[in-house]
């Protein structure tokens, strides 16, 4: 549900999804390490893809979403999302959801905040509504439960 505060500061809500992280592929460093502070970052940074999948819920966009983060942990702490995903809408409708942004964490806590730049896009006639919108993605991922929240607001 959408706040009074969130749509006058942020636009209309267009989606929100609780999706779990189903995989994940580690390159020499494990992710709940560095978000704990057990292991430091590696001075190259490191990367993750984390794979994820859950429903989508909205007056305006239903469906289930499937993608992957490709995860940079920069070596200065800084998370950067480069996420690819499809939302299957729930008449069998395919939306390509592209989207960058940041992941702000704090050491030793397993949830971390998320901002989200997304850009949409569908041929399908039903959906095309989608294309030109530019939209801001605010959510949370919380490690410990697998699971990642996102709101999605017309800018």
């Known amino acids: 549900m959408q706040t009074i505060a969130e749509s006058a500061v942020l636009g209309d809500l267009l989606y ?8 994940m592929t580690e390159y020499g460093v494990s992710l709940g ?5 057990a292991a430091p970052i ?11 999948e859950g429903p989508v819920e909205s007056a305006k966009l239903s469906g289930v979403a499937k993608g992957v983060d490709y995860l940079y942990v920069r070596a200065d702490g800084q998370m950067d ?4 995903a499809t939302i299957e809408a729930s008449n069998g ?7 960058d942004g940041t992941c702000m964490a704090t050491p030793g806590n397993p949830v971390a905040e998320l901002r989200e730049n997304v850009r ?3 041929s399908h006639a039903t959906y095309a509504w989608v294309n030109p919108l530019q939209i801001w993605g605010i959510g949370t991922v919380d490690l410990a ?7 999605g607001f017309a800018a």
């Open 16 to 23: 929100e999804y609780t999706v779990g992280i189903t995989a």
């Open 33 to 37: 390490d560095l978000m704990s502070g």
């Open 42 to 52: 590696p001075p190259g940074g490191a990367r993750f893809d984390v794979w994820f």
């Open 81 to 84: 999302l480069h996420i690819h």
């Open 93 to 99: 409708d395919r939306i390509s959801l592209d989207a």
């Open 120 to 122: 949409l896009f569908s």
């Open 145 to 151: 439960a697998g699971k990642v929240h996102i709101k």
